[in-house]
């Protein structure tokens, strides 16, 4: 597709469980950024992927959360022994730089 | 203090008015500004640039002023379509992370 796709769009889990959601940017893009917002809150960074150069992990709010692209492309946000404050809709977004960037719709995800 | 500081408002305008909205930074660092739009429950959406000497496109006009760290978005003739929430974006260096988001402001355009 055209734009940036993200899996799955809902995902319900239970406490203590662990999740994966996926991230699939637009083509040629280098730049990768994973983002939660809380309801009625604003973006919250995570961790940012540029090329082949290490990622910015300093916003990943604990040891749970970790976060890898492969080949430079398709991207795989885990959150391990999920607990109810990581219930948030997770953004992926990818840019060419440090310009525009494209948001994909987000997954739900609510920890039960 | 937040990098990005915005008033959450809501701001409640008629349509056709004009409102204003500001944005601070606390990194004089920071080299590139945005403003997003985000619709209720869906992705945020870039809305314009900020450039130095200020850019208009259409009814938006967004300023930045280095001196005091701040950037504005101004819309003139509000349209019922533009009530959202506009988030501001700074940049700091080309180098790692680079975009701070605001929490946002919402905006009402009524009828």
């Known amino acids: 597709g055209a734009g940036v796709s993200q899996s799955p769009s809902n995902k319900v889990t239970e406490k203590g469980k662990d999740v994966e959601l996926r991230c699939d940017p637009i083509?040629?893009?280098?730049?990768l950024y994973w983002y939660r917002q809380s309801l009625g809150q604003g973006l919250e960074f995570l961790i940012y992927?540029?090329?082949?150069?290490?990622?910015?992990k300093s916003g990943l709010p604990s040891d749970r959360f970790s976060a890898e692209r492969t080949g430079g492309s398709v991207s795989t946000l885990t959150i391990q022994r999920t607990q109810q404050e990581d219930s948030a809709v997770y953004l992926c977004?990818?840019?060419?730089?440090?310009?525009?960037?494209?948001f994909g719709s987000g997954t739900q995800l609510s920890v039960l | 203090r937040k990098e990005v500081e915005q008033d959450p408002g809501p701001f409640n305008v008629p349509e056709g008015a004009t409102v204003a909205f500001n944005c601070t930074y606390s990194?004089?660092?920071?080299?590139?500004f945005f403003w997003y739009r985000q619709d209720c429950r869906k992705e945020p959406k870039l809305l314009m640039s900020?450039?130095?000497s200020g850019n208009e496109d259409g009814r938006f006009t967004a300023q930045l002023n280095r001196a005091s760290q701040y950037i504005s978005l101004l819309i003139r003739d509000s349209k019922l379509s533009d009530s959202a929430t506009y988030l501001c974006?700074?940049?700091?260096?080309?180098?790692?992370?680079?975009?701070?988001f605001g929490k946002g402001t919402s905006l009402l355009v009524t009828p």
């Open positions: 977004a990818s840019s060419l730089g440090l310009e525009k960037l494209f």
């Open positions: 083509s040629g893009h280098t730049a």
């Open positions: 992927f540029q090329g082949n150069s290490a990622p910015d």
């Open positions: 990194n004089s660092a920071s080299q590139s």
């Open positions: 900020v450039y130095s």
């Open positions: 974006v700074v940049g700091r260096s080309n180098s790692g992370y680079a975009l701070n």
